[in-house]
């Protein structure tokens, strides 16, 4: 359904019966009113600067913006404008329609390309991304930033004497508990497996990586009940400090990983610091 309204001197001047069902509203309601008043207060500026540029130029590329209807509700509009004479004078018309349910339909495709299924937590492609636009604002504010990788220790064996279901829930509970134990600025992803990575913003020194690493396992000493189930489960964290440790996410990622490998080697249920010697000991370990 398309609906049509004219606006001269930034006041509608007409309506279609359309346009009064998408929006809920009568033409006594929009007649006379301003052309954005209805508007997004958030695209209200962008809504008014496409209309003029597609005034300037022939032809009238479409533009989407967020319209409010009269129940309240928040429409996604597609419209295009165009120029004509109205009883003599300069005006615009416009058709409009609504587009809403695609753009939920773009967001639930976008969240599930960037998000894991299981946790609803961002995924290794949105924790790179995420990472990468933190590492330039603390390159621009001198700041450090620290990466953290948590491991559950024998995780393989729940799911082997309990079932994928139970370690799935398990996960979940997991990633819950991980959220709940680091400010809301800082970002906790999945990165697969029992593999969980997080950012941590405005790290002033290296002890206070140490100290939520601390806590992050101490999060952990509670046990994870599910119906029949009593479990405990440990944690074996390692910390990568930008910029010393690394200047990309890329680097900072990859030395977490091998920092993990030591930190499993000294027994599990611990948090380790990366050190560049860890790289040499790995090629020779393997």
Do not use: C
Request: glycine share 6%; charged share 30%.
């Amino acid at each position: 359904m398309v609906g049509i309204y004219l606006v001269q001197d930034k006041v509608r001047q007409y309506v279609s019966p359309e346009f009064e069902y998408i929006t809920g509203y009568t033409s006594d309601e929009l007649i006379g009113t301003h052309s954005l008043d209805l508007v997004h207060p958030e695209d209200r500026e962008q809504v008014r600067e496409k209309a003029i540029e597609h005034l300037k130029v022939q032809g009238n590329v479409p533009y989407e913006y967020r319209f409010k209807r009269k129940d309240g509700g928040i429409l996604w509009i597609l419209e295009r404008v165009s120029s004509i004479l109205y009883k003599g004078k300069p005006a615009m018309v416009a058709s409009f329609m609504d587009i809403t349910e695609r753009k939920k339909m773009e967001e639930t495709i976008r969240h599930l390309a960037y998000h894991d299924a299981l946790t609803d937590l961002p995924n290794r492609l949105l924790f790179n991304e995420i990472l990468t636009l933190e590492l330039a604002r603390a390159q621009r504010n001198q700041q450090q930033v620290a990466v953290m990788l948590l491991d559950l220790d024998e995780f393989k064996n729940i799911n082997d004497t309990l079932g994928h279901p139970i370690g799935g829930q398990l996960l979940k509970a997991v990633a819950d508990r991980l959220r709940r134990s680091v400010r809301k600025a800082d970002t906790v992803a999945r990165m697969g497996g029992d593999e969980f990575m997080l950012v941590l913003l405005e790290i002033r020194q290296e002890e206070d990586a140490a100290r939520i690493a601390q806590k992050l396992m101490t999060a952990f000493t509670r046990p994870f009940a599910f119906r029949d189930h009593k479990l405990r489960i440990t944690s074996s964290v390692v910390i990568a400090i930008y910029s010393h440790d690394g200047e990309d996410s890329e680097t900072l990622m990859k030395n977490a990983e091998i920092a993990m490998y030591h930190a499993k080697e000294r027994g599990r249920n611990n948090y380790q610091y990366y050190i560049p010697a860890m790289n040499g000991r790995v090629l020779v370990d393997s």
